[in-house]
């Protein structure tokens, strides 16, 4: 998961920061799952059925996003699948527009998001599934043992305030239009109004019928967390059951273990090979190594001079791409720097070779390292910065003048003042 948050990043780095944030979650209620199930036999029974279907709505909603365009013209996108403890799965979807379908006034806000009760007459359908899907709580002071609450306040801020008219937010979420028709309807024994719905896109809600919740991300300053919040990883639950004997000694260190819950939902899903996260466009790891210490594989029953022997385990992307820079023609006349070639190239992993690259976008991240690394991170700094360098010794040259180490080429070049600033970051 980690992994993939620093793609996410690099996303964020060339594509700016998201848009949208959009939430759908698996309703058991669907008629596909509903008609498939015998009259004595209930949705959790059916896992298969569960991650079959919602597999299938979910990539009918990618389709929606990406190819009919219903936000507009989407530049990146990323989305992550997650399972609750009860088994039914959601999505995560963080979607980046192009530049002129960027959402920048609350006017652009009303069109894809919508924070009311719709009218029961001129839209009953819809008003059916705001009610059915998009209504929070109740909690506060009308329920405070639910769920959501925390220090006797609701941790997601409802019941929020009116407001006739949407507006931005500061440094968060737009503040989307609440007004204070009168109208309520009764959830949970309790009357609820305009201030408890959670933000909604009329079109998807009425055709994909499920909790789903859209929100307005584009001022959100702290945009690590949202791509944090998404790439968390799986849950965890670990518990024991001990009969009413007060003497039992329980030793908490000794009886810790680290594991995971995989629901039969989630069990099933990874079963039939489903994808459980996907981002678009792709990421393009660049390998990062000294000199003779890249990783090699080999099959168990070759020797060791056979190993050796074999010319393709020294022809990886970095010394590739340092060969690159002294043969090709075209790359020495774009001069390009390491984390840019593969716009304009793409690796053979079966030859070991780069090659001319005729179509697809991708995104490139030279592989993260920590300064405690040594040589390696400064490596890394010269890569980020040198232009079309031919050899590791050319790397370790400046203004004509070798050294040792690749630290002492960083402290000579301006180059070290990048290392101080990463450093503290």
């Excluded at 970095?318 to 720097?337: A, R």
């Excluded at 079309?388 to 004509?400: C, F, I, M």
């Amino acid at each position: 998961m980690r992994w993939r948050y620093m793609d996410a990043i690099a996303l964020v780095q060339r594509f700016g920061t998201p848009d949208l944030f959009l939430t759908m979650t698996c309703n058991p209620l669907w008629p596909e799952i509903k008609e498939h199930l015998l009259s004595t036999d209930e949705a959790q029974n059916r896992p298969d059925l569960i991650s079959r279907v919602f597999r299938a709505k979910l990539e009918e909603l990618k389709n929606d996003i990406l190819k009919r365009n219903i936000f507009g013209k989407v530049a990146a996108f990323m989305y992550t699948v997650e399972f609750q403890k009860r088994g039914l799965p959601h999505a995560h979807f963080l979607i980046i527009l192009a530049n002129e379908y960027k959402l920048l006034t609350p006017k652009s806000y009303d069109r894809i998001v919508c924070a009311e009760l719709p009218d029961p007459d001129k839209e009953p359908y819809l008003y059916s599934l705001v009610v059915h899907h998009m209504m929070h709580g109740p909690c506060g002071s009308l329920n405070p043992t639910i769920s959501c609450m925390k220090n006797g306040c609701c941790k997601f801020n409802y019941p929020k305030d009116f407001a006739d008219r949407t507006s931005k937010g500061k440094n968060s979420y737009p503040i989307y239009r609440r007004r204070h028709t009168g109208e309520a309807i009764k959830i949970r024994e309790q009357f609820l109004d305009n201030s408890w719905v959670v933000p909604y896109n009329p079109f998807l809600l009425g055709k994909f019928s499920c909790h789903m919740n859209i929100e307005i991300c584009s001022d959100i300053k702290v945009v690590k967390y949202l791509y944090k919040y998404i790439c968390k990883g799986h849950d965890k639950i670990s518990f024991s059951v001990y009969d009413n004997d007060k003497d039992t000694e329980i030793d908490e260190i000794k009886e810790y273990q680290s594991a995971r819950w995989v629901s039969p939902p989630e069990a099933i899903w990874r079963l039939f090979g489903f994808p459980i996260s996907e981002m678009t466009p792709s990421a393009y790891h660049l390998q990062l190594h000294l000199d003779g210490q890249q990783y090699i594989s080999f099959k168990s029953t070759e020797s060791i001079n056979a190993i050796l022997k074999n010319p393709l385990i020294r022809k990886i992307m970095l010394t590739e791409f340092l060969v690159m820079n002294q043969t090709d023609d075209y790359d020495i006349k774009l001069k390009l720097l390491y984390k840019d070639f593969p716009e304009y190239f793409v690796w053979s992993v079966t030859d070991k070779t780069w090659t001319r690259r005729k179509q697809r976008s991708v995104i490139e991240r030279v592989v993260t390292c920590h300064p405690t690394e040594g040589e390696r991170y400064y490596l890394r700094l010269l890569l980020l910065n040198v232009r079309g360098p031919t050899s590791y010794e050319d790397l370790r040259t400046v203004n004509g003048r070798y050294y040792i180490t690749f630290r002492e080429a960083v402290e000579k070049e301006d180059y070290y003042i990048l290392t101080i600033v990463w450093l503290t970051v």
